[in-house]
């Protein structure tokens, strides 16, 4: 029997592999920078958690989420409501008033396949934790764009909304729902529960046609106090002196219930119609509803497969070296024992070192070796074992030199080429 992945899964080959990994340290880099603390939760949490924290009517918690266990457990769909929860179960707030945390995880959802959309799918993301000043929108914000532009994707726009609070949105939301009423037979099923349910949701549809009903509905943003346009004013002047390119959407929501305020995406035009690559927004009343005291945050997810499809279309070149420093060849038997003992003397250095496992010619190990593009070769014999010295061939410009059959010196010689090379550029 032949199996096969599931559906909406893929595999990540060592090519792939390597590229992730490139891309995760440059992550990690920016939010040191940013003073970003890794925090990994649970595969796996209280389905309840889900959907106290992203809302019933949403469309990961009514059709997308996979829940085992008679319904007790949930993988996760998403990872703010994880973290909040080891925030507060580890009394997090405890070591500062304010916490900064991101996150590189994999989560599911049953979603319907398409270009940059699984349903095990891969994403990093941050939350800012314990304060509501108008610049920790403004940080948040100018992380995301901080990630993109390490790798130079340039055909992205930032989207920026504010959705204000609750009390805010609820004489809204009557207003939102009887113009909607005399569009009902217009509306799709899962729009209709959200009329009753939550009428903001339907802001976020996608279907073509209630967009078009939604051109010329009420607009959120009319109804919101003048403290919060205030706010969010601010928060604009800020992105424009810090040259973040940004467009006001009034129409913008995010798809968890959880957002207040602040809301924004980051959209690329290289993704079809899921164009969204990081997405965002504040949730001052996430950390009370899951028993904490009144906490401000706001933080963003970014999808690293939708990520890793722009960095491809832009043609970034990744710098990271995945070659081998050396190759180590061999005549015989008790070369290869040899050899093999400075193989492993050499790793434990720090040098990335390949030798053969299949007792192959010296032609076929050396064919091997140009192969895998490694940078420095050497061949072991019985001459080589009984003088103490081996030729170091660069299989890069075909020169050679004598060199002692010692780890020391061969490491040595290596690291300094490296080292060099890097410098200058030239490797």
């Given at each position: 029997m032949k199996f096969q992945k599931p559906k909406g899964t893929y595999d990540i080959l060592p090519d792939d592999s390597a590229k992730r990994n490139f891309l995760y340290q440059k992550i990690r880099t920016v939010c040191n920078n940013f003073n970003y603390s890794e925090i990994l939760t649970p595969a796996f949490e209280k389905t309840e958690l889900f959907r106290r924290g992203i809302g019933e009517t949403s469309d990961i918690v009514s059709k997308e989420m996979y829940s085992f266990n008679n319904d007790e457990f949930t993988l996760r769909p998403e990872l703010t409501a994880g973290v909040i929860r080891a925030y507060l179960e580890n009394n997090l707030y405890n070591i500062s008033p304010i916490t900064k945390l991101f996150y590189i995880a994999n989560m599911f959802r049953r979603e319907r396949p398409q270009a940059g959309r699984f349903r095990e799918f891969w994403q990093f993301g941050i939350e800012l934790i314990g304060s509501n000043d108008v610049h920790s929108d403004a940080?948040?914000?100018c992380l995301g764009v901080q990630l993109l532009n390490e790798f130079g994707l340039l055909n992205v726009t930032t989207k920026i909304n504010s959705i204000g609070s609750p009390a805010e949105r609820s004489k809204y939301l009557e207003i939102l729902k009887q113009y909607l009423i005399s569009y009902k037979s217009d509306l799709s099923e899962i729009s209709l529960i959200r009329l009753e349910k939550n009428p903001l949701r339907i802001l976020d549809t996608k279907d073509s046609r209630e967009l078009e009903i939604l051109s010329s509905a009420p607009v959120l943003y009319d109804y919101l106090s003048t403290d919060t346009k205030r706010r969010f004013e601010k928060l604009l002047a800020i992105l424009d002196n810090l040259?973040?390119?940004?467009?006001?959407?009034?129409?913008?929501?995010?798809?968890?219930?959880?957002?207040?305020?602040?809301?924004?995406?980051?959209?690329?035009?290289e993704l079809g119609a899921q164009n969204s690559v990081l997405g965002g927004g504040r949730y001052n009343?996430?950390?009370?509803?899951?028993?904490?005291?009144?906490?401000?945050?706001?933080g963003f997810g970014l999808g690293i497969e939708r990520l890793l499809i722009m960095i491809g279309k832009s043609n970034y070149k990744f710098s990271q070296k995945n070659n081998p420093d050396l190759y180590i060849g061999y005549t015989d038997e008790t070369a290869q024992n040899f050899a093999f003992g400075i193989a492993i003397k050499l790793r434990i250095s720090g040098l990335k070192v390949e030798i053969d496992f299949l007792n192959r010619s010296v032609k076929s190990q050396l064919k091997e070796a140009n192969r895998l593009n490694v940078t420095f070769s050497i061949v072991i014999g019985e001459n080589e074992i009984n003088s103490g010295f081996v030729e170091l061939k660069n299989m890069h410009d075909g020169k050679s030199l004598k060199i002692k059959l010692s780890p020391n010196e061969i490491y040595n010689f290596i690291s300094k080429y490296e080292n060099e090379t890097s410098t200058t550029g030239n490797a």
């Amino acid at each position: 029997m032949k199996f096969q992945k599931p559906k909406g899964t893929y595999d990540i080959l060592p090519d792939d592999s390597a590229k992730r990994n490139f891309l995760y340290q440059k992550i990690r880099t920016v939010c040191n920078n940013f003073n970003y603390s890794e925090i990994l939760t649970p595969a796996f949490e209280k389905t309840e958690l889900f959907r106290r924290g992203i809302g019933e009517t949403s469309d990961i918690v009514s059709k997308e989420m996979y829940s085992f266990n008679n319904d007790e457990f949930t993988l996760r769909p998403e990872l703010t409501a994880g973290v909040i929860r080891a925030y507060l179960e580890n009394n997090l707030y405890n070591i500062s008033p304010i916490t900064k945390l991101f996150y590189i995880a994999n989560m599911f959802r049953r979603e319907r396949p398409q270009a940059g959309r699984f349903r095990e799918f891969w994403q990093f993301g941050i939350e800012l934790i314990g304060s509501n000043d108008v610049h920790s929108d403004a940080e948040v914000i100018c992380l995301g764009v901080q990630l993109l532009n390490e790798f130079g994707l340039l055909n992205v726009t930032t989207k920026i909304n504010s959705i204000g609070s609750p009390a805010e949105r609820s004489k809204y939301l009557e207003i939102l729902k009887q113009y909607l009423i005399s569009y009902k037979s217009d509306l799709s099923e899962i729009s209709l529960i959200r009329l009753e349910k939550n009428p903001l949701r339907i802001l976020d549809t996608k279907d073509s046609r209630e967009l078009e009903i939604l051109s010329s509905a009420p607009v959120l943003y009319d109804y919101l106090s003048t403290d919060t346009k205030r706010r969010f004013e601010k928060l604009l002047a800020i992105l424009d002196n810090l040259n973040v390119r940004f467009e006001t959407d009034y129409r913008l929501v995010r798809g968890f219930d959880y957002y207040t305020d602040t809301a924004f995406e980051i959209h690329s035009g290289e993704l079809g119609a899921q164009n969204s690559v990081l997405g965002g927004g504040r949730y001052n009343n996430l950390i009370e509803q899951f028993g904490g005291k009144p906490t401000p945050a706001i933080g963003f997810g970014l999808g690293i497969e939708r990520l890793l499809i722009m960095i491809g279309k832009s043609n970034y070149k990744f710098s990271q070296k995945n070659n081998p420093d050396l190759y180590i060849g061999y005549t015989d038997e008790t070369a290869q024992n040899f050899a093999f003992g400075i193989a492993i003397k050499l790793r434990i250095s720090g040098l990335k070192v390949e030798i053969d496992f299949l007792n192959r010619s010296v032609k076929s190990q050396l064919k091997e070796a140009n192969r895998l593009n490694v940078t420095f070769s050497i061949v072991i014999g019985e001459n080589e074992i009984n003088s103490g010295f081996v030729e170091l061939k660069n299989m890069h410009d075909g020169k050679s030199l004598k060199i002692k059959l010692s780890p020391n010196e061969i490491y040595n010689f290596i690291s300094k080429y490296e080292n060099e090379t890097s410098t200058t550029g030239n490797a």
